[in-house]
């Protein structure tokens, strides 16, 4: 049973229907959820895809959960505690939830799986997470991405139950890993964004792509996760989905500062939350608390919280000291 | 004194003159070093820019090396024993000598510095590596790179001597490991090439590059780099510029395959080498040798030297067992 009807929960759910599996999509919205029922559309969140006819669809989370042995949580972090807290009556018991959420909860700083693990009672929490932008992996197009929980067995059935043709799925143990990479790519995909729109250059955005994995994974590794991890497809491979697709919203974010618009006015334009731009606020505050260098991340602060204008960032970037890349790489 | 004068060596020349170096660009053509002094201008390796009037330009190596302090070697490695076997005669004594190959030579499989150091007497050897398309540094675009040498005091002296405010040279000790990074890079260009040309979509050539620069720095480590270098500049850096630049002939040479056409009709049409071609079959040679598993790059071998169609690989590579990520992350 999967949580959540926007692109990525509506995805999973024609992918895992397609190959068999009996899926339930809990919709938060009665009348939308009726509407996706009778249509099999869902225009809000995943234009034009048929949602398969097999998918159980239904507003009332106690009509799904008959005989479940996974549930999955497809909900924005920002709504995640809520809802969470809303479902919990009707959840069965011990039954595993993966989430798939990508973020920080912005008033406590916790991990999606943490916030999770405070409001679903006793049971295995794990994580999928990696470079799935919802509507290629809809088309059927190759994915790969990650699941990681600390119980082994369980991400080896999840493995097993998610893998298909297309969707290849590997396992890793560090959920702490796993989910700060996909929190932290969403200021560097900022900065990637400032690069396309200041038109540095394929030489400039390789560069910073590779000194922010690099900042990612030095950051990461301080708030637990392990370094490697950072480097996998939950980290470097979801980075470079996120920097590279048109579509990306932190991406487009950085594109439109970078071309001149003022950040705030942005934000106001868009219905959309963009991640990295709350998530460059704790990166900020964990840098100055641990005394670590993360200039990329700091120039994006910069930029969207303080004000700079995005050109100086570059001569800040290019004139610091000379460096050993050996120290500075982790 | 920067022998070559292709595309890097001239972006180089015109580069460093700009910051007041003194720079003598050697030609092995008379005429056209007649013609690059006479137009200022480089149509066939770097067209579209003026080599700045200051850079010294001759055919006569010997009229060039006077008071000359780096040596900089920007030919191609094909070409490399064959030039430096004529030019060491002419060669200051102890002058310290950067090369800008990336490749290995063929009949031999050495590096670039290896090869150097054959030809040109006692001298300390270096290496200048990363993300660095030409015609992007000639237009003064902000671009990182790496020097590479076993003399730490050379390297400090030629990280101050070529950087200026657009090109951030980093220093890293591991010759062995940016020298290979430009190397085995290429082979992975061809399957990301091929990604582009199927059109696999976003998610999938993330995930390529991600497992891909892994599978760099397992065989890296194994012939003498160390892990951590493939995840700099000289590694990862230069192989997102490589795996997202529309003019790289080894990422374009993939997409061609990937659109239909055959390996052997592309390369014949085609002036120039395509470096991940050749370096293909050393690589599965490595791998054997070695008994590791190079997963992509054996698909590219596959595909360029023993005819499997491009589609085929995706399957290959989708439908291998389970993994668990941590184990496989290098």
Redesign the interface.
């Given at each position: 049973v999967i949580a959540g009807d926007g692109g990525w929960g509506t995805a999973m759910a024609i992918l895992l229907s397609q190959v068999g599996r009996d899926v339930g999509l809990w919709c938060h919205d009665p009348e939308y959820a009726e509407f996706l029922q009778r249509t099999r559309l869902n225009p809000r969140f995943l234009p034009g895809f048929e949602i398969t006819p097999a998918v159980r669809i239904s507003h009332r989370f106690e009509d799904l959960v008959d005989g479940c042995d996974v549930l999955v949580s497809a909900v924005p972090t920002e709504h995640l505690r809520s809802t969470w807290t809303a479902l919990a009556p009707h959840l069965p018991p011990r039954v595993p939830l993966l989430s798939l959420s990508k973020g920080m909860e912005e008033t406590t700083d916790l991990r999606p799986t943490q916030v999770l693990a405070q409001v679903v009672g006793e049971r295995p929490i794990g994580v999928l997470s990696?470079?799935?932008?919802a509507r290629?992996?809809a088309?059927g197009?190759?994915?790969?991405t990650?699941v990681a929980c600390e119980d082994a067995a369980l991400a080896?059935a999840v493995?097993?139950s998610f893998?298909t043709?297309?969707f290849?799925?590997?396992?890793?143990?560090?959920v702490v890993g796993v989910e700060l990479g996909g929190a932290l790519k969403n200021v560097i995909a900022i900065a990637a964004g400032m690069c396309d729109g200041l038109e540095?250059?394929?030489?400039?955005?390789?560069?910073l792509?590779?000194?922010g994995?690099?900042e990612i994974a030095r950051l990461g590794e301080r708030l637990g996760g392990?370094r490697?991890?950072f480097?996998?497809?939950a980290g470097?491979?979801?980075l470079?989905?996120t920097c590279?697709?048109p579509v990306s919203r932190n991406r487009t974010f950085g594109e439109r500062i970078g071309r001149g618009e003022r950040p705030e006015d942005i934000l106001a334009s868009l219905s959309q939350v963009v991640e990295g731009a709350k998530t460059a606020g704790p990166v900020h505050d964990h840098m100055q608390r641990l005394g670590i260098s993360l200039p990329i991340s700091e120039q994006v602060y910069q930029v969207v919280h303080r004000g700079k204008p995005p050109r100086e960032t570059?001569?800040a970037?290019?004139?610091r000291g000379?460096?050993?890349?050996?120290e500075?790489?982790?």
């Open positions: 990696g470079p799935n932008i290629e992996i088309r197009l190759p994915a790969a990650v080896r493995q097993s893998s043709e297309t290849r799925v590997y396992r890793n143990a560090d540095l250059g394929t030489n400039a955005k390789a560069a792509i590779d000194r994995v690099i392990q490697k991890t480097f996998g497809l470097l491979g979801d470079l989905t590279t697709s570059v001569r970037l290019m004139l000379p460096k050993d890349e050996a500075d790489l982790v």
